[in-house]
Each structure stands twice: as C-alpha cells, then as structure tokens.
C-alpha cells in the first residue's frame, strides 16, 4: 500500500484529550492519519533566528508527524500575512478586510519553497501527497518544479470565493494556475467548487471536460468531500463520564433556564456580532422570555497577531457587555461570554445540555461545531441547530432551522421557533442530521478524497507520472 504524506500548516501530534483552540482540520485530520498510516508534515508551531531546514520526527500513535521551524519574517509574512490577512478574509467573501502586500505575496511563496526543499527530500516513489488548506497552495507546483511526479491531492478547508472577488487579489492567475500541478482538487461544497471552475474556465481559459479541467497540458479532476467529525468517538465521548459531569454542572448553573450555545474561534467570518445582535432582538422582541433563557458564548482567541482579529475581540467585549448592561437582572445574565478552550468531552457535555446550537457563520468552509453539537444530542430529547445558510454544512444538514445569519430579524424568529418545537419536530430533524453525520463521517471523507486521488474509485486512474 502507499504512504499517504499529509501536508499542512499546522500539525498537531496525537493526545489523551484535546483542549485549547484546536481548528475542525487538525482534529480531523488527525483521526484521518490514524486510519490510514503515513507522515504529517508541516510547521512546528515554533519560530527560530535563521532557517535550518532541519526535521522534528515524532512517532505517537500510528501518527509520524515531521515539522519544520519557521523564522519570525516568514510567520510575519506567511501565515499572520499572506494566509490570515490576504487569503483567509478574501476567500470568506471580505475583501473589505483583506490586505494585498508584495511582501506577504513573497514570503508565502518562500515559505513554501521550504516546504517542498525539506519535503522533496522524503517522498518515495510510490508515495501519494494530500496537501491541506489555503496555505499551502503553490506547494504543488514547487514539488513538481523539484521532480515530484508523485500524485498529488489538494484540499480546501475553506470557501472558494466567487471570480469577480478573486479577480481583485494581484496574484489570482498566478495562483489558480499554479493549481493545476495537482492531480485532484477537492472542496466541501459544490458551490465552492462551481467559482473554482468557474475562475479557470472564464478567467484563465482552461478546458472543461466532465469533472476534468485541462491547462497548458495538465490535467486536474475536481471532487466535492464534505469532511466530516469522527462520529463514534464524539458520541462516546458525548455519553462519557466527563461530558456527564459537565453536562450536570451546566443544568444546574442553568437553574431550569434554556440554554442557547454557540462554540467558535473568536474570527470575524463567524458572525459572532451578527449573533449578538440576533439575540438581543429576540430579547426585545420577546421581553417575556427573557428571563427563561440565557446564552453561553465560547469563542478562544484565534490569530491574535492580526489587527481585524484584535478588532473582533474588542467589539465583542463591548457588544456582550452592552446587552449585559441593559437586560441583565439581579438573578439573571442573559450571555455568559468565555474566551477559552474546553477539553473535547467537556465541550460534548455543554453541547448537551443547550436547547439550541447557534452556529451562524456569515460564510464557512464546512463548520464543524455544527456537526459535534448535533452528535451530542440524547437521541431522547435532542436539541434543535440553528444553522447559517452561508455555512458549507448547510448542504447537508437541510433539518436544522437554516437562517440568514445576517438578518438579526430571522436570527430571532428562528430562536423562537426553537424554543417552541416539539419533541416530535426535534426528534425528526435530529434523526435525519444524525443520519448523514454518522455516514458522511471523517472516515468516509478521508476515503472519499484518497480513492479518488489513487483511481480506485472506478473512475479513470491517473497516471503516477503525469
Ligand atoms: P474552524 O475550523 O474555522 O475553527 P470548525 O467549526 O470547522 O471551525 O472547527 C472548529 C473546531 O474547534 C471544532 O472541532 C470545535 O470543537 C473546536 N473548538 C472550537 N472552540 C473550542 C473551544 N473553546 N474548546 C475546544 N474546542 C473548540
Ligand atoms: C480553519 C482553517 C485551518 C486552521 C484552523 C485554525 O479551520 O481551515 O487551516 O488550521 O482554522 O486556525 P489556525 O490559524 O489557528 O491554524
């Protein structure tokens, strides 16, 4: 069988439990590799005063990870430049935020020139290369420019956004084409990857043949994987003892109130603002009710070296202190609002005890808070998801209560209507989400993407050497 080598930005070994704020890819990716066997590669997390090329291996359960340190220009440069100020707010359909510097576009292109000089050197011939997420793109053309003609898979974790965005990053040609060193491109939805297509065959002239695009003589095949969460462990997990405990200490701080949760890293595409104000309508709307519910917000701070970033945390701070300050009672706040990490148990418990999951990203590439809050229902008296339309799990979660997280009127309509469904209605909607997050699971993701990758999907096999 081939080594499957893994690349991605971040790379997080194997542990006991998770705490922190560890993103949907690195505790997907992480059950991935324990299936399959292979080598993560990617940054070590861990800055160093000049470049060395030198490889931390670690060995821990089934899982070789192999990680490189970085310099502080290219972290600068690279990932709080070109991925987290550039790339990331563009393709989440903010362009009013992104930020197009010369020198971010140079330091991400050197920093995975790095990548492929340190890599190239531990591919063997019958290895496959999958390479995760937005910033890592150029890494297959620079694998193929050192002689890699191994078969190569690109995934994006995040949307593709639409031409006439893309079209206003300087770089844009540049790097769709530089895609098609990839034997196979893969997106969670099939919106995602109608704007891909839709950029190569407009915009840079490649050919569309089926699910084929073709461009100065390469060949690259395009898949629709929605990823999705290691099912049987979040629920087991979900009816453990730790998720029991916190599921007992959250009914009890709740003293019979209903609990709305929402689960997110602190980042401006989550619609965190959006929520708030969602909320507090359905407070003013509904004064009635008020005292019957409150909401708990976790969000741990995410890429705090970015100013937009900073700018999130600050205006969420007034924002939840605000409503505080004009409803909250004596015997009564209506947002709990906490900036840390839970460990994955904990967190399953918390999912538990709320009536409502409130996930209303204002664009995301999957979410898979949406996913682990419906897995850790009690099939019994399962609670109800409201969920963003703009978010790539609404594809194939269509019975949770789908909003426009935009509209803070529809936001608190759908509150409403949750807090007033009946256990029939919840029932049936949890069943039928339960069903495709226990098929599509990360499993079937993660098989999904490499048969394609390797041919063994009956479709056409691509040639190792193409
Ligand atoms: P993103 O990848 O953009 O952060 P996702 O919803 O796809 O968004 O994935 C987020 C992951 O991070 C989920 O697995 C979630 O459980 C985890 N996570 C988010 N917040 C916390 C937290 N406070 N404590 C622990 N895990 C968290
Ligand atoms: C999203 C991205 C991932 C990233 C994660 C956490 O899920 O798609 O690539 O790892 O967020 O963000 P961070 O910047 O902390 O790695």
């Not at 390479?131 to 003609?149: I, S």
């Not at 979410?367 to 099939?379: F, G, H």
Request: proline share 5%.
């Amino acid at each position: 069988m081939s080594r499957l080598i893994i690349i991605s930005n971040r790379v997080s070994a194997p542990k006991e439990s998770h705490s922190g704020a560890q993103g949907g890819l690195a505790v997907a990716l992480q059950a991935a590799i324990r299936e399959f066997g292979g080598i993560w590669f990617g940054w070590s997390g861990e800055t160093v005063d000049h470049f060395t090329g030198h490889i931390h291996f670690q060995r821990a359960q089934g899982v070789t990870t192999a990680t490189l340190d970085l310099e502080e220009q290219d972290i600068e440069e690279y990932y709080n430049g070109y991925a987290n100020r550039t790339l990331w707010p563009l393709f989440h359909y903010r362009i009013d935020l992104a930020e197009y510097e010369r020198g971010f576009a140079g330091g991400y292109k050197r920093v995975n020139e790095r990548f492929a000089d340190t890599l190239r050197p531990l591919v063997e011939k019958d290895d496959v290369l999958w390479v995760q997420d937005y910033h890592m793109f150029p890494l297959g053309q620079e694998l193929r420019d050192r002689g890699c003609k191994n078969r190569i898979g690109f995934f994006l974790h995040i949307p593709w956004p639409p031409s006439r965005l893309l079209a206003t990053l300087p770089e844009a040609e540049a790097l769709v084409e530089t895609m098609f060193a990839y034997d196979l491109v893969g997106f969670h939805t099939k919106e995602w990857l109608d704007s891909f297509r839709h950029y190569a065959t407009h915009e840079l002239g490649a050919e569309e043949e089926g699910d084929a695009l073709t461009f100065k003589g390469r060949t690259l095949r395009l898949i629709v994987a929605p990823i999705g969460i290691d099912t049987k462990e979040f629920v087991e997990g979900a009816n453990g003892p730790k998720a029991r405990l916190a599921l007992r200490n959250m009914r009890d701080s709740a003293v019979g109130r209903d609990m709305i949760v929402g689960v997110d890293r602190l980042d401006y595409s989550k619609g965190l603002e959006e929520r708030f104000h969602g909320y507090e309508r359905f407070l003013s709307e509904h004064p009635e009710e008020r005292k019957e519910v409150f909401m708990l917000q976790i969000a741990p701070p995410s890429r705090g070296a970015v100013e937009s970033y900073q700018k999130i945390r600050t205006k969420l701070e007034g924002l939840s202190g605000q409503i505080n300050g004009a409803y909250a009672d004596v015997d009564w706040v209506p947002i709990r609002y906490v900036n840390r990490g839970y460990p994955r148990d904990v967190l399953a418990g918390i999912y538990r005890a709320a009536r409502i999951g409130l996930v209303t990203p204002l664009r995301d590439g999957m979410n898979l808070v949406a996913k682990e809050y419906v897995a850790a229902q009690d099939p019994e008296d399962p609670g109800v998801l409201i969920l963003s339309r703009f978010a790539g799990a609404a594809a194939q979660l269509k019975e949770a209560v789908l909003v426009n997280p935009f509209s803070a009127d529809e936001v608190s309509d759908a509150i409403m209507q949750a807090l007033r469904m009946d256990l029939g209605e919840r029932k049936r909607r949890w069943r039928a989400m339960m069903d495709n997050i226990e098929q599509e699971d990360v499993v079937w993701w993660r098989k999904l993407f490499t048969d394609a990758l390797m041919g063994t999907d009956g479709s056409t096999p691509i040639p190792a050497d193409n």
